[in-house]
T-cell receptor
Framework: QKEVEQNSGPLSVPEGAIASLNCTYSDRGSQSFFWYRQYSGKSPELIMFIYSNGDKEDGRFTAQLNKASQYVSLLIRDSQPSDSATYLCAVKAAGNKLTFGGGTRVLVKP | DVKVTQSSRYLVKRTGEKVFLECVQDMDHENMFWYRQDPGLGLRLIYFSYDVKMKEKGDIPEGYSVSREKKERFSLILESASTNQTSMYLC???????????FGPGTRLLVL
């Protein structure tokens, strides 16, 4: 079992709809959780991070964390074609490093 | 704004060559990281450094070494490049342990 798992997609979403991305992790001691967006041919850029159980909202993005069930999700409201990208989930367990999932490719269709 | 720069965007090398990839950050971050990214395998950590002259192996250190002589600069070295090291190499830095990582633009390396 991979430490951080994501569905590779592609997740196809109509413009204006909600995109829902999920990420599960194996280490119960994980402390911090990050969502990065990566456009094709570019490097990852941080969208948001979450440390505590519950929801965290930032503009059209909402991260949801459930440590008991060991998953973190990202919702993108009012999806736009510019949201088409690969979304990487990253998890910090013990130590200095982040472990990244394989990413979910999102396609927003006009 | 955090800026992380990498010495080359594209690099073509021959098998057996010694390859240096350089990364510089301008935010006085303690922590720096080298990843490689391959289709279907995601981002995998090669090495990281949490202080000058300090380094730790990541998940796939074999065939690589690193150097951090100055706080702002972290170099990845391929002692003898092989074709299976063809990949996208990404450098990142962070202010705190386990904190947000800021990535450079990446170096796409092709080993022939």
């Amino acid at each position: 079992q991979k430490e951080v798992e994501q569905n590779s997609g592609p997740l196809s979403v109509p413009e204006g709809a909600i995109a829902s991305l999920n990420c599960t992790y194996s280490d119960r001691g994980s402390q911090s959780f990050f969502w990065y967006r990566q456009y094709s041919g570019k490097s990852p850029e941080l969208i948001m991070f979450i440390y505590s159980n519950g929801d965290k909202e930032d503009g059209r993005f909402t991260a949801q964390l459930n440590k008991a069930s060991q998953y973190v999700s990202l919702l993108i409201r009012d999806s736009q074609p510019s949201d088409s990208a690969t979304y990487l989930c990253a998890v910090k367990a013990a130590g200095n490093k982040l472990t990244f999932g394989g990413g979910t490719r999102v396609l927003v269709k006009p | 704004d955090v800026k992380v720069t990498q010495s080359s965007r594209y690099l073509v090398k021959r098998t057996g060559e010694k390859v240096f990839l350089e990364c510089v950050q301008d935010m006085d971050h303690e922590n720096m990281f080298w990843y490689r990214q391959d289709p279907g395998l995601g981002l995998r950590l090669i090495y990281f450094s949490y202080d000058v002259k300090m380094k730790e192996k990541g998940d796939i250190p074999e065939g690589y070494s690193v150097s951090r002589e100055k706080k702002e600069r972290f170099s990845l070295i391929l002692e003898s490049a092989s074709t299976n090291q063809t990949s996208m190499y990404l450098c990142a830095s962070s202010e705190t342990v386990g904190g947000t990582q800021y990535f450079g633009p990446g170096t796409r390396l092709l080993v022939l």
